[in-house]
Structure formats: C-alpha cells, structure tokens
C-alpha cells in the first residue's frame, strides 16, 4: 500500500497523541489504529486523507470485536470469543471514536 506525505502526517499526529499504528492481516489494503483495548481501519483516500472504514472496536483476545445484544446482556464479540460491554468499556470505545476522529480532521 503507498501513502502520500498528508497520510505520513496523519500517522505521526496519530502516534504523538498515544495511537498505535497495526496491521490487521484480514484487512491488508487498510491501516490499522490500536489505543488501549480499541482499534479501527483506515482506508486511504484518492485525496490524501483517510476515511474510517466500518466502525471503531473494541478488542477481543486481539481481534477487532463487534458489538452486540444477546439475550443476556450486550457484549463484544470476536469468533467464539466474547467480552461484557461493561460501561466502562462502552466509554472507552466511546472515547477512542471521538479522538480518533478528532485527529483525521484535516489541519492547516
């Protein structure tokens, strides 16, 4: 995958305010952001920036989770791997998603 030098920029901001760059094998042709126990794809844009691809996660035994309602509570899953959505893990997903996007804004 080749990145243009605003991408290069968006990254280093990423990595100064805490972000972790990965890769996620399944999602090769996206960039892989980690804070904490959430993560989320970035698929590069035509123009220079990225555009979130899917939703923010929260990681389950390292994998990108998905939540959902069972018919005991809500939880994020992963295969046949599941976490309780606690309050404290819903608000620090909550949290990822808000700095992300705060940090794919484009800056002058």
Do not use: W
């Amino acid at each position: 995958m080749e990145i243009t030098a605003q991408q290069v920029s968006i990254l280093d901001r990423l990595k100064s305010n805490g972000f972790d760059i990965v890769a996620f094998p399944m999602y090769e042709n996206y960039v892989g952001v980690r804070k904490g126990n959430c993560a989320a794809l970035l698929a590069p844009q035509d123009s220079g920036g990225f555009n979130l691809f899917g939703h923010p996660s929260y990681l389950v035994d390292g994998k990108l989770g998905v939540k959902t309602f069972q018919g005991d509570g809500h939880y994020f899953v992963s295969k046949k791997e599941k976490l309780a959505a606690t309050p404290e893990r819903t608000k620090e997903l909550d949290d990822f998603e808000a700095e992300l996007a705060e940090n794919l804004l484009p800056r002058a």
